[in-house]
């Protein structure tokens, strides 16, 4: 809650040691805030008070940041990584409004788009429940205290925008 990330191997084989730490960067933030994390392949992500992927070098214990981006907002939910893109969720500095967001991201791989948004939505009302993954329709799926139901689709991420609400009953 200060900044600091720990990765844990958890073996419950392990009678002597269930649990130890794999690796960890230090807490550097003077005050406490909520980080969300995701994890795929020894990728972790990382969203606070700005997002940031590390490399996870377990055999030598350690964290390595390969990148960082989006500084200074308040990320609000979890992160949610579909293939190359990481979707999250921010109140962006002097906006009332909530804002969805995919960055594309590298998974290990060397890639130039790493950082770039995908698509954007801002919600004008703060939002009733976390953001969804309908698996089903693979889309994700957002309801705002206005009652506005949001349900962006592949269509949408790969045109960049969704500008109309669904048409689906929330």
């Known amino acids: 809650d200060r900044g600091g990330i720990y990765v844990f191997d958890v073996d419950p084989a392990n009678t002597a040691e269930p649990v130890r730490i794999l690796a960890k960067t230090l807490p550097s933030a003077g005050d406490r805030f909520v980080q969300y994390v995701e994890e795929e392949n020894g990728q972790v992500f990382v969203a606070g008070r700005q997002l940031a992927r590390y490399e996870l070098q377990a ?10 981006g989006i500084e200074g907002e308040a ?3 979890p992160l949610h990584l579909r ?6 969720t921010r109140q962006r500095k002097g906006r009332d409004a909530t804002t969805i967001e995919a960055t594309r991201v590298s998974l290990g791989r060397p890639s130039g788009k790493e950082g770039e948004t995908a698509w954007t939505i801002e919600l004008g009302a703060f939002p009733a429940m976390e953001v969804q993954f ?8 957002a309801l ?6 949001w349900d962006v689709n592949a269509q949408a991420m790969s ?3 969704a500008d109309q609400v669904s048409d689906r009953a929330a």
């Open 159 to 161: 045109a960049g925008l």
């Open 83 to 88: 293939g190359d893109l990481l979707v999250h």
């Open 144 to 149: 705002s205290s206005a009652g506005v139901l």
């Open 59 to 68: 055999s030598r214990g350690e964290l390595i940041r390969k990148w960082g």
């Open 134 to 141: 309908d698996k089903q329709r693979k889309s994700l799926v």
């Open 75 to 77: 990320f609000a939910g």
